[in-house]
Nanobody, 121 residues
Framework: QVQLRESGGGLVQAGDSLRLSCAASGSIYRIDSMGWYRQAPGKQRELVAAITRADMTNYADSVKGRFTISRDNAKTTVYLQMSSLKPGDTAVYYC???????????????WGQGTQVTVSS
């Protein structure tokens, strides 16, 4: 079984910075990509940023230049450094991983439990 555990959410003021972390653990054979999605009340879940096995990154237009995704050397923990936060960034942030678990024949989408980020004006 594979688990994604997030940390780092909280309440901040507009203009502040915050860093989210997500650690993957369990019976992992290979991680193809990891990333962050967010869902605000009444809105669909949307991609915020992702990083592939080959270290290619992808960002939502709304966060380009403000957020940076990275990962540790073991490539099992992904970080989202968020700067110049805006009230519009308020949402539940979910960690996502496209991961090959041991003994499986295809990768599966895994999700963390979500962490709340609230940005006050």
């Amino acid at each position: 079984q594979v688990q994604l555990r997030e940390s780092g959410g909280g309440l901040v003021q507009a203009g502040d910075s915050l860093r989210l972390s997500c650690a993957a653990s369990g019976s992992i054979y290979r991680i193809d990509s990891m990333g962050w999605y967010r869902q605000a009340p009444g809105k669909q879940r949307e991609l915020v940023a992702a990083i592939t096995r080959a270290d290619m990154t992808n960002y939502a237009d709304s966060v380009k230049g403000r957020f940076t995704i990275s990962r540790d050397n073991a490539k099992t923990t992904v970080y989202l450094q968020m700067s110049s936060l805006k009230p519009g960034d308020t949402a539940v942030y979910y960690c996502h991983g496209l991961i090959w678990a041991v003994e499986l024949t295809q990768p599966i989408n895994y999700w963390g439990q979500g962490t709340q980020v609230t940005v006050s004006s």
